[in-house]
């Protein structure tokens, strides 16, 4: 199997360096400081405190040069490569009967907040790009958003992290974000599940205690109670103590009080549903256990984390009834998902992912306002990002709102019969 994806992923690349020579949309992929083809200021240029405020929109811009900032190497390059690979498609690299404008200029930032830097500094001010699309990390991303602003180039991030679109009317965020993503499945406990008091099993570091701050806010809002917060180690395996904080140590003293011949005692539980944001693996192991010890009838609820090929591999019996929220679907009842997963399917042989259907949707929003609107400027294009009617795509139909975060209806898919499947 990992000789045939090597296979596919060299042919995807001869087909790519093929159409980059003789077919348009054009693509190129550089290397963070490459030589431009032409410069754009002559040596000795003023330092960035001495350049007019407006100097970006002097130069001529090229509105139909799109940039790409990707981790194409490094720990995250299979990221980056799907990404890049839905953009082209988005840009119509497939499309034989009507050629595209389209010039996708991506470049490498390896993952760190150095060459992420570099690699918006070389698309705003040597290819004169219209606008840059970015996957990037929650390290990398203000970084990212602050290098947009000091350049007045438009700046759509697909990131995780909360809040970096407020540091400058440049930059954009698409993404089911985790305040996004709590409120939906929150929202669907109380309204759909007749669940109201909850409790929480999460891992004891920074997205782990950011996700509880927002659980922790959103449960209050919907004036719902949250009973109990047991964190656990990153590296744990065994949550025998965690299970037995949240039942009220009843595990321990179930064992004391029943002998080996009688039924174990059922464990009375003071909540009604059980959020766990973290990985597939994580919430394999933990749901496991909690049958192991007879915390039954219990409403598991988690994130986006847990969206995975892999998460009904195994153990699936003890999912039946959980339900978490995300940005994509591919086997949604939505057509324009459902497109996008035929179109996907077609030119690359597997079925897309989160990262390429958010990648996807990118490219479309930003190509569409391009051509609908007949944008020529930077600052055209902001505008009509900030009042673009509703976009319909592959992750649902998206907005800005006024802080020019992608606002969206998340997916909610539930676990039925041993299989997912979208019920909001």
Same mark, same amino acid.
């Given at each position: 199997?990992?000789?045939?994806?090597?296979?596919?992923?060299?042919? #995807?690349?001869?087909?790519?360096?093929?159409?980059?020579?003789?077919?348009? =949309?054009?693509?190129?992929?550089?290397?963070?400081?490459?030589?431009?083809?032409?410069?754009?200021?002559?040596?000795?240029?003023?330092?960035?405190?001495?350049?007019?405020?407006?100097?970006?929109?002097?130069?001529? +811009?090229?509105?139909?040069?799109?940039?790409?900032?990707?981790?194409?190497?490094?720990?995250?390059?299979?990221?980056?490569?799907?990404?890049?690979?839905? #953009?082209?498609?988005?840009?119509?690299?497939?499309?034989?009967? $009507?050629?595209?404008?389209?010039? #996708? +200029?991506?470049?490498?930032?390896?993952?760190?907040?150095?060459?992420?830097?570099?690699?918006?500094?070389?698309?705003?001010?040597?290819?004169?790009?219209?606008?840059?699309?970015?996957?990037?990390?929650?390290?990398?991303?203000?970084?990212?958003?602050?290098?947009?602003?000091?350049?007045?180039?438009?700046? @759509?991030?697909?990131?995780?992290?909360?809040?970096?679109?407020?540091?400058?009317?440049?930059?954009?965020?698409?993404?089911?974000?985790?305040?996004?993503?709590?409120?939906?499945?929150?929202?669907?406990?109380?309204?759909?599940?007749?669940?109201?008091?909850?409790?929480?099993?999460? =891992?004891?570091?920074?997205?782990?205690?950011?996700?509880?701050?927002?659980?922790?806010?959103?449960?209050?809002?919907?004036?719902?109670?949250?009973?109990?917060?047991?964190?656990?180690?990153? $590296?744990?395996?065994?949550?025998?103590?965690? #299970? $037995?904080?949240?039942?009220?140590?009843? @595990?321990?003293?179930?064992?004391?009080?029943?002998?080996?011949?009688?039924?174990?005692?059922? +464990?009375?539980?003071?909540?009604?549903?059980?959020?766990?944001?973290?990985?597939?693996?994580?919430?394999?192991? @933990?749901?496991?256990?909690?049958?192991?010890?007879?915390?039954?009838?219990?409403?598991?609820?988690?994130?986006?984390?847990?969206?995975?090929?892999?998460?009904?591999?195994?153990?699936?019996?003890?999912?039946?009834?959980?339900?978490?929220?995300?940005?994509?679907?591919?086997?949604?009842?939505?057509?324009?998902?459902?497109?996008?997963?035929?179109?996907?399917?077609?030119?690359?042989?597997?079925? =897309?992912? $989160?990262?390429?259907?958010?990648?996807?949707?990118?490219?479309?929003?930003?190509?569409?306002?391009?051509?609908?609107?007949? @944008?020529?400027?930077?600052?055209?294009?902001?505008?009509?990002?900030?009042?673009?009617?509703?976009?319909?795509?592959?992750?649902?139909?998206?907005?800005?709102?006024?802080?020019?975060?992608?606002?969206?209806?998340?997916?909610?898919?539930? +676990?039925?019969?041993?299989?997912?499947?979208?019920?909001?």
């Amino acid at each position: 199997m990992k000789n045939r994806r090597i296979i596919f992923r060299v042919i #995807i690349l001869f087909l790519v360096l093929f159409l980059a020579c003789c077919a348009r =949309p054009q693509v190129v992929v550089k290397e963070p400081g490459a030589p431009a083809t032409e410069e754009v200021t002559p040596p000795g240029k003023p330092p960035d405190s001495e350049r007019p405020l407006f100097a970006p929109f002097v130069r001529e +811009i090229n509105r139909f040069s799109i940039g790409c900032v990707l981790p194409l190497s490094g720990p995250h390059a299979e990221v980056g490569g799907k990404s890049l690979e839905a #953009i082209l498609l988005a840009a119509g690299i497939f499309e034989a009967r $009507n050629k595209s404008p389209w010039k #996708i +200029i991506a470049q490498d930032s390896r993952s760190t907040p150095q060459q992420t830097k570099a690699a918006i500094e070389y698309l705003a001010e040597k290819e004169n790009v219209i606008a840059i699309i970015a996957v990037v990390g929650a390290a990398e991303a203000p970084d990212a958003a602050r290098e947009a602003e000091r350049l007045q180039v438009p700046l @759509i991030l697909i990131t995780s992290r909360e809040g970096v679109s407020l540091a400058s009317e440049y930059v954009f965020q698409h993404f089911l974000t985790p305040s996004q993503q709590v409120r939906a499945i929150v929202s669907y406990a109380v309204n759909n599940m007749n669940s109201a008091i909850f409790s929480a099993l999460y =891992p004891a570091d920074e997205y782990g205690e950011e996700m509880m701050k927002i659980f922790r806010e959103e449960v209050a809002r919907v004036g719902g109670r949250l009973e109990k917060m047991v964190p656990y180690g990153v $590296n744990k395996t065994d949550f025998t103590e965690e #299970i $037995n904080k949240l039942t009220g140590y009843q @595990i321990s003293l179930a064992r004391k009080t029943t002998k080996k011949t009688e039924p174990r005692k059922k +464990i009375s539980l003071d909540f009604e549903a059980l959020f766990i944001p973290d990985s597939y693996r994580r919430v394999q192991m @933990i749901s496991s256990q909690l049958a192991f010890y007879d915390v039954r009838d219990i409403k598991l609820m988690g994130t986006s984390l847990w969206n995975s090929p892999y998460l009904l591999k195994r153990g699936a019996e003890y999912l039946e009834g959980a339900v978490f929220a995300d940005s994509f679907f591919p086997y949604t009842f939505y057509r324009e998902a459902n497109d996008f997963v035929d179109v996907f399917y077609t030119a690359y042989g597997r079925d =897309p992912e $989160n990262i390429e259907a958010l990648a996807y949707d990118t490219a479309g929003i930003v190509c569409s306002a391009i051509e609908k609107r007949d @944008i020529r400027t930077r600052q055209q294009l902001i505008a009509s990002l900030v009042n673009m009617d509703a976009y319909h795509g592959a992750t649902g139909t998206t907005s800005f709102g006024y802080d020019r975060v992608s606002q969206k209806t998340p997916f909610i898919l539930k +676990i039925k019969n041993g299989k997912l499947e979208q019920v909001k």
